[in-house]
């Protein structure tokens, strides 16, 4: 059974740091792509950063130069180094990780259940 599941939540004062964890285990093939996403109360989830297994990186505008995405590939680990949080960075933040199960398969995302991060002093 394939799984990936996040770490890091907490509370943080405006300023301040964060870095988030998120590690695929189970039976696969290879992972492709890994990212993050996130979703505050009312909104839509949106993409915030994402990373390709040769390390190329994507941001969204919102938080392009205060987060860093970086991975692992030993370990299957993706992480989002989250400085300079606002209030507005306050949501659940989803990791997902392109899975190839096979070698013939085609990836397919898998969801970790989410993790808060609330921004507030």
């Known amino acids: 059974q394939l799984q990936v599941v996040e770490s890091g939540a907490g509370l943080v004062q405006p300023g301040g740091s964060l870095r988030l964890a998120c590690a695929a285990s189970?039976?696969?093939?290879?992972?492709?792509?890994m990212g993050w996403y996130r979703q505050a109360p009312g909104k839509q989830r949106e993409l915030i950063a994402s990373i390709t297994r040769a390390g190329s990186t994507n941001y969204a505008d919102s938080v392009k130069g205060r987060f860093t995405i970086s991975r692992d590939n030993a370990k299957n680990t993706v992480y989002l180094q989250m400085d300079s949080l606002k209030p507005e960075d306050t949501a659940v933040y989803y990791c997902?990780?392109?899975?190839?199960?096979?070698?013939?398969?085609?990836?397919?995302?898998?969801w970790g259940q989410g993790t808060q991060v609330t921004v507030s002093s």
């Open positions: 997902y990780a392109a899975v190839r199960r096979m070698i013939a398969s085609t990836p397919r995302d898998y």
């Open positions: 189970g039976s696969f093939f290879s992972i492709n792509a």
